[in-house]
């Protein structure tokens, strides 16, 4: 009994210190001009941040974010904040989820806000955000193989003990971190993309109900916003419940004529149609592509 007391103290007590540390170190390190004055033990916890403050002269550090896709000062704040304590995790939303993740994967040292993060993008993959998620989808290359840009190689990060001024308002004395989508992602890029393009292919179908019907206005709408290679891979794939192939055909077909006034202006799209089936489960229908031969003008003398 007594034991169950003193680890139920233990744990307040750690709970009301790090509350303490989060409300005092962090809340009141805000400062102006979009800066931070914090700790460099706590920062150090970031490996990318850790290399910048062992590289900063004056414990000065600067993150351009103007320059990195998806990462917003909101965003920013909140991994920060989850470096002091684990409530910072309760800022995460749909709104701000991606954003988020972003930051995580950017700085490291904060895995379980990355699940979260990522958990709650996952969930709003819907009907009403799929445009949203298709624009993000055209920044990630069909075959990318990520990697996270935290700097975990770094060496142990020793007791920092000095006060860190983090300023993102400003671009100097600090590493530029890596700017593509895939890189900022880490390998989230890669399950993100996996999980668009495997509601693309098998739940937005379903939810529109188009097994065995004419396809519905509203997918061919979101298939000609595809970029082509996952315009190509998703209707040739034998999990795409469209139906016989000579249904996939005309769906195809449908999509192609949308993609010419839009996304496929500049290339030449075409549909197939492979007689007598094939023998290994694929699609009989196949998709090609060719970039539209530029006009040449003669021009006299």
């Known amino acids: 009994m007594a034991s169950n007391m003193n680890g139920n103290l233990q744990q307040d007590h750690d709970a009301s210190v790090v509350s303490h540390i989060y ?3 962090f809340q009141q ?16 916890q970031s490996p990318y941040l850790e290399h910048l403050i062992r590289n900063s ?4 550090i600067y993150i351009p974010l103007e320059q990195l896709p998806y990462i917003t000062e909101e965003a920013f704040a909140i991994a920060l904040g989850y470096l002091y304590a684990s409530t910072s995790i ?19 040292g904060m895995e379980d806000l990355c699940v979260h993060a ?11 955000s799929i445009y949203d998620w298709l624009d993000f989808l055209g920044t990630i290359p069909f075959a990318s193989t990520p990697s996270s840009p ?12 000095e006060n860190a001024l983090i300023s993102h308002h400003q671009n100097r004395m600090g590493a ?18 996996e999980d668009v393009f495997a509601f693309l292919v098998v739940t937005l179908p379903e939810h529109l109900s188009i097994a065995g019907s004419p396809p519905s206005d509203v997918l061919i709408s ?10 190509k891979a998703a209707v040739e794939s034998p999990d795409f419940p469209i139906g016989s192939d000579q249904e996939r055909f005309r769906f195809a077909k449908a999509a192609i004529s949308v993609r010419k006034q839009g996304i496929a202006r500049e290339a030449e799209e075409t549909v197939v149609l492979a007689f007598g089936g094939v023998s290994d489960g694929g699609s009989a229908v196949h998709i090609t592509r060719k970039l539209a031969k530029r006009r040449l003008w003669k021009v006299g003398k």
């Open 57 to 60: 002269h004056n414990k000065q």
């Open 118 to 128: 990522y958990d709650i993008c996952k969930a709003t993959i819907s009907v009403e």
């Open 90 to 108: 309760n800022l995460v939303s749909p709104s701000n989820a991606r954003s988020v993740l972003a930051t995580g994967c950017l700085l490291g």
């Open 176 to 193: 530029i971190p890596p700017t593509s989508p895939t890189a900022i992602f880490g390998p989230y890029a890669a399950r993100l993309r």
């Open 150 to 161: 935290s700097l975990s190689s770094s060496p142990s990060p020793s007791p920092l003990l």
């Open 23 to 25: 409300q005092s170190g």
């Open 29 to 44: 390190g805000i400062v102006l001009n979009r800066s931070y004055r914090l700790h460099c033990l706590i920062l150090s």
């Open 222 to 231: 979101v298939y000609a916003r595809l970029p082509f290679d996952y315009f």
